[in-house]
């Protein structure tokens, strides 16, 4: 078994088509049949990724990779397990079967334990960009070096990357399901740093002629000229305007207490709260694969298709999502959200869209008699799982706002803030955009205005 | 293996390259967990390939294939090359790297029972067991528990010559309580939290961490955490456990004296670092009874960031950070060292996998013990608080301001243990909190822990790092902040 990889010079290399990733699926599920396997499942994974990393105003690492990984689960008698290679071979395939069979075998049975499910239906979407899968490590250079040449005329220094993936996947099952998806993906982010000060910006798109690097290295630049000789403000609870990229790492930690699964296991924040006023009623979710500024495959780990949930309306927690064993076991529909299995945290929402509103940033500082913008947070962990307490740090650009106009740059503050009180004291929204941070995977949230956002301590910068 | 990796570095040679290295790595990794008494995760998986760095027109460049024939690794060389001339096109100086000799050598690390060979039956018997101990107690809600194995290989290879063999055993283990009640998540683990412990050992790790007899006293705690006092908020003395003390010497003192960091070249990602190059050898890091090495050899222990060698093919070092109190050493590689005037790298690339560049990394940072014993400590305290088992963590992003909660705390009065206190937290500034130490408990009680999801570099690479520690003593800690309210 080969996949197209050619081989020429210094080309880079080319992804299978999607029939030679079914091919391995059909490979291994002939294989598991005559070794009289009941019931398989195969996931195919193809990566081609690259990435350019610049930092001191120059590129100091430059990688390139390509993985293919197939991964197995069998299923006999109410035991079930996965093994995973990136061998291709039928002899390692077939290996693979085994490993995983001889798992399965090693375990009690699961009476809950569900059999794969057939042939499903599912609505197609189209996010892979050639521009993207074809960008080459000398585009990626002159765009840094642009940058860093900014950078330089400015007396800052550039810090970022510049990278761009293609991948496919593919899924199939003994009772007949089949499903694929590929896409592409390019991020460019920046940091600009003037003396000790710093700022950021950052972006990501299916389609790398949605991002503009020179754009972004110009906005880092001048917000960071901006935060230089930051005055220190003393903590306390302060009315502060969020970037989106602020909102999404914090609400990104909110969104596994969706999952049923953590209902049923009594470690989400939403038990006893389903149904009530949780957030504000300027706040409604929804998880949406489908939505133009989302990426991701349209079914889950299962090969369910991805449904479009309703979570909060109007403040109000309403819908939660479910893998089939977590639907099942309340009467449910599965929603298409489910991991790979086995696993033991069922699903969770990964196509997050925040309803916006129309303020602008600058009409949120300008209605602002005293407050703080925010460029990004930082480390953010989890103190309190019931109260969702969130602690971490200001980062990167932290301006105070004074009679409606930025005044100073301000020393990073540490927060200890509950997400769900931070949601029902938002005041204002602006639109909901792709956002993109460090700490969450991408969602479609919209910048914030929110009032007493607790800040308990300040650091030295 | 070294055949392929021969035809790479032959390959990148041929292309224009002035240096390259290779790493051919076979990983191999199980998984197994349980949850509320039904197998969770069951898996298994392998993967292997090759990373080929190359040196070409002065800047570097890096392709990885798992496709591991001759013309795969000849096709991911070249591919090599052309990035590394593409990196030139935005180059500020030529990379300059430290010497250091060609080495051939094998290594293994030590362990008794190979985790691959044990029956699974026998390791879920015991997580099961474990899961049923926990469920016992009334009040616990959720029951977890873990267990993971990994074997990698690796064959390092460059054109100065090295051909080096490693293959470590890793072994991890933990069980973990939840107790919900009203409008209040509790939880306690064993013998750490995210994952429990994990050291370079074989299946002998599991069976030392005797997980059934600490299973009952673990969910008891979890749930009587809810009738306890909340840690209170005030500046006061602090005793940290050994895992929350490992977990404080990461992120304060392994992350800081990272070199690249120092250097800007994580200011995108994971920040840089307040230990600049002029404080080398003039900055009181801490007080005079703390000192602290950045020690990857065998000797110092079977830990996470033990190795024979590094992924640049440098011996294990064993460096002093901080000695007596004082700053004295950086975390640096091949490329860094010269910069502060170092005649060799001190040994500390590391890589997650055959796909991922080298780069800076923890290996085992620990604090060297004291001369206390743990039940003099407590009884030389009049007035505490000991915090056990990480909950939280987080530091600022050139990591001076920290702040970490705990799963559990116990009130010290008069030289003796109290009553417990749930929700501790404390938090501080680096230098301020290190100079503030005043007692370190003796070897007896010196544990390696292993901290298995240290994440760095974009693409983002997790790494296993040791950090050997003994419960210590700290005055004048902010306690409490987590929780406090203006």
Redesign the interface.
Known sequence: MTMT?????????KAGATRELRSIIDTVLRLAKSIGVAETEVHVDETI?????????????????????V?VRTQVDLR????????IDEDSLRAAIE??L???H???K?P?LLPLPGKQRCRGVYRFIRKTAAL???D???A??RA?DLAVKKGQ?A???F?SAQTQSAMGNSRGLFTAYRDTHAVF???M?EDSA?S?AKENAADVADIDPQRLAERASEKAHRATDARELA???YTVILEPAAVLDLVGFLFYDFAATALQ???SCL?ERMGKHVFGKNISIVDDVFHPLQLGAPYDGEGMPRQRVLLVDRGVPKNLVYSRASAKAVKKKPTGHGFML???YGEAPMNLVFSGGNASLDQMIASTERGLLVTRL??????????K?M???T??GLFLVEKGRVTSAAR?F?F?QSILEMLRNVEMLGPAVRATG?EAFEMVVPAMKIRDF?F?????? | MYDLASAALDTAKIRGASYADVRVMHLRQRDLTTKNGQVGTLAQSESIGIGIRVLASGAWGFASTDRMTREGVAACAAQAVSIAKASALAKRDDVVMAPEDAYVDSWQSPFRKDPFEIPLETQLALLLAADAEMRGVKGVTLTETDMQFRKIDSWFASSVGSRIHQRKMITGCGIVATSFQGDEIQKRSYPNSFGGQHALQGYELVESMDLLNHAPRIAEEAVALHAAAQCPQKTGTLILGGSQLGLQIHESVGHPVELDRVLGQEANFAGTSFLTLDQLNKLRYASDIVNVVADARPEHGQGLGTFAYDDEGVPAQCTDVIKAGQFRGYLSNRETAHLIGLQRSSGTMRTESWNRLPIIRMTNVSLLPGTWTFDDLVADTDDGILMETNRSWSIDDRRYQFQFSTEIGWEIKGGKRGRMLKNPSYSGITTEFWNSCDAICEREHWTLWGTPNCGKGQPMQTMGTGHGASPSRFRNVRIGTAFSEQ
């Not at chain 1, 930082?378 to 109260?387: M, S």
Request: hydrophobic share 30%; glycine share 4%.
């Open positions: 990889r050619k081989s020429g010079a210094a080309a880079m290399p990724s690259a990435l350019t990393r610049f930092a001191n105003n120059a590129i100091h690492q430059n990688v390139a990779e390509h993985t293919v990984n991964s079930t397990a996965r093994a995973t290679t990136n061998r490993a995983s001889s798992l399965a090693s375990q009690p699961n809950h080459r490590p000398e990626r250079a002159r840094v070096r860093c220094t810090a970022g990357i990278s982010s920046i940091t740093q710093a950021w903590p306390g609870r296991d009594k470690r038990n086995p696993n033991e930082w480390y953010i962990r989890e103190v309190d799982p019931y109260e307490i602690t971490g740090m980062r990167d990073n540490r200890n460090e607790h308990s301590e300040v650091t030295k910068f």
